[in-house]
């Protein structure tokens, strides 16, 4: 299996991030579509963004009509994507009402929590509590399931010394040794 890790910290500003991610969005869109899914397999790749309410907010971004395009397209060519907030409320409804499974975490606000507790209602799936949930515990909401279901999930997948804190120059300078 083949990955690719892009990281957008050393751009200089948010704006600049967003065109990239919106460059990125539109490039897959035309890679799956010029090169059809040869069936057999559930799903050809997976886009992953973090910090996704940066790059997908209620109002405009300039990488949000290339995301808006994968959210409701990339399913079809067999393009998996999850966007990942701490705040689900500012993703644009529009984008997040394409995706019929959803998984959240802790929720510390009220706001927050009432928020999850209707989207997973909208759904026809009974209430949960995401503010009583630990470190680590989540809730995978989608109708075929029947009901929210917990889960705990590990905290780290690789193994690293905690007494490691790599600064930004140093994190450079290892991607830019690997090129």
Same mark, same amino acid.
């Given at each position: 299996?083949?990955? @690719?890790?892009? @990281?957008?910290?050393?751009?200089?500003?948010?704006?600049?991030?967003?065109?990239?991610?919106?460059? =990125?969005? #539109? =490039?897959?869109?035309?890679?799956?579509?010029?090169?059809?899914?040869?069936?057999?397999?559930?799903?050809?790749?997976?886009?992953?963004?973090?910090?996704?309410?940066?790059?997908?907010?209620?109002?405009?971004?300039?990488?949000?009509?290339?995301?808006?395009?994968?959210?409701?397209?990339?399913?079809?060519?067999?393009?998996?994507?999850?966007?990942?907030?701490?705040?689900?409320?500012?993703?644009?409804?529009?984008?997040?009402?394409?995706?019929?499974?959803?998984?959240?975490?802790?929720?510390?606000?009220?706001?927050? =929590?009432?928020?999850?507790?209707?989207?997973?209602?909208?759904?026809?799936?009974?209430? =949960?509590?995401?503010?009583?949930?630990?470190?680590?515990?989540?809730?995978?909401?989608?109708?075929?399931?029947?009901?929210?279901?917990?889960?705990?999930?590990?905290?780290?997948?690789?193994?690293?010394?905690?007494?490691?804190?790599?600064?930004?120059?140093?994190?450079? @300078?290892? #991607?830019?040794?690997?090129?």
């Amino acid at each position: 299996m083949r990955a @690719s890790i892009l @990281s957008i910290f050393a751009l200089p500003d948010i704006e600049t991030q967003a065109r990239f991610i919106g460059r =990125v969005a #539109a =490039v897959l869109f035309n890679w799956i579509r010029r090169n059809p899914d040869p069936g057999g397999r559930p799903m050809r790749g997976l886009f992953v963004l973090n910090e996704a309410a940066d790059f997908l907010p209620r109002k405009n971004a300039a990488s949000k009509p290339g995301l808006m395009l994968l959210a409701r397209q990339a399913r079809k060519y067999g393009l998996g994507l999850i966007l990942a907030t701490q705040n689900p409320m500012d993703l644009d409804y529009n984008a997040t009402a394409n995706f019929s499974t959803q998984i959240f975490g802790k929720a510390n606000t009220p706001q927050v =929590v009432a928020f999850i507790q209707k989207e997973i209602e909208q759904r026809g799936l009974p209430r =949960v509590n995401p503010g009583e949930l630990k470190t680590g515990q989540f809730y995978c909401a989608t109708p075929s399931l029947g009901r929210p279901v917990r889960f705990q999930a590990a905290l780290c997948l690789n193994a690293h010394p905690r007494n490691i804190q790599l600064r930004d120059e140093d994190i450079l @300078s290892r #991607a830019m040794g690997s090129a």
